[in-house]
């Protein structure tokens, strides 16, 4: 049974360059949570879907940032036009529909290097 | 701001002896989990502890909860190199998880 899959695994952008980061969840979950990690921190919570449903975005920033988990396919995570501040580890986690925050497990995140 | 804050920030250990870290918590939880998180790598679960439970084991690691102090503690018994890295305590806030700035663990062999 494969974990959270995610990819690319690091990513290095330019300036102005729009990034796009997937998640594949663990067979049978359907939500997935998205977290940002900057160095030296804790990793802070972004956003929450479901099946083609945005259930909880409060952690997103207000421009740039956008989350999908469509029908088909895996979860995206889209950042258009990167600054420096964006680069940071950012993970994936899935979990069963009845646990949400009893266990999520984590992919091995995408590390963004905004040049 | 943050729910979950850990003591210490770093903490350094020679192989073989016991590991303790804190964490404090702001709001009622319904549950406390702790992670590791290696360097560069992702978190990987150890333990879960509900907030009507007190104490909690898995093979070397004992975690409390004292939900009057709203605290807990990560106690690693027989500590090993390879449990160097970064451990962070993550409480229920509604629709996710919020995670403390994590401990930094070094076991020197």
């Known amino acids: 049974n494969a974990g959270v899959m995610q990819n690319p695994r690091h990513l290095v952008r330019r300036r102005g360059q729009e990034a796009r980061l997937r998640c594949s969840p663990m067979?049978?979950?359907?939500?997935v949570y998205w977290y940002r990690q900057l160095p030296e921190e804790g990793l802070k919570f972004m956003v929450y879907?479901?099946?083609?449903?945005?259930?909880?975005e409060s952690g997103m920033p207000k421009e740039r940032f956008s989350a999908e988990f469509p029908k088909e396919g895996p979860s995206i995570l889209r950042i258009q036009q990167v600054v420096r501040g964006d680069s940071a580890a950012y993970f994936c986690?899935?979990?069963?529909?009845?646990?949400?925050?009893?266990?999520?497990?984590f992919g091995p995140g995408t590390r963004l290097t905004v040049l | 701001s943050q729910q979950g804050e850990e003591d210490p920030q770093a903490l350094s250990i020679q192989e073989g002896e016991n590991a303790t870290m804190n964490c404090s918590y702001k709001t009622s939880i319904n549950n406390l989990q702790w992670y590791r998180q290696n360097s560069g790598r992702g978190l990987v679960h150890l333990i879960l502890?509900?907030?009507?439970?007190r104490e909690k084991h898995s093979g070397r690691l004992r975690v409390t909860l004292d939900t009057s102090k709203k605290s807990s503690s990560l106690l690693i018994t027989a500590s090993r190199a390879a449990d160097t890295a970064s451990y962070f305590c993550?409480?229920?806030?509604?629709?996710?998880?919020?995670f403390g700035a994590g401990t930094i663990l070094r076991v020197k062999s």
């Open positions: 993550a409480t229920d806030g509604g629709n996710k998880l919020v």
């Open positions: 067979k049978g979950h359907s939500h």
């Open positions: 879907l479901q099946k083609e449903n945005i259930i909880d």
């Open positions: 502890i509900r907030s009507n439970e």
């Open positions: 986690a899935s979990s069963l529909p009845s646990a949400r925050t009893d266990t999520q497990y």
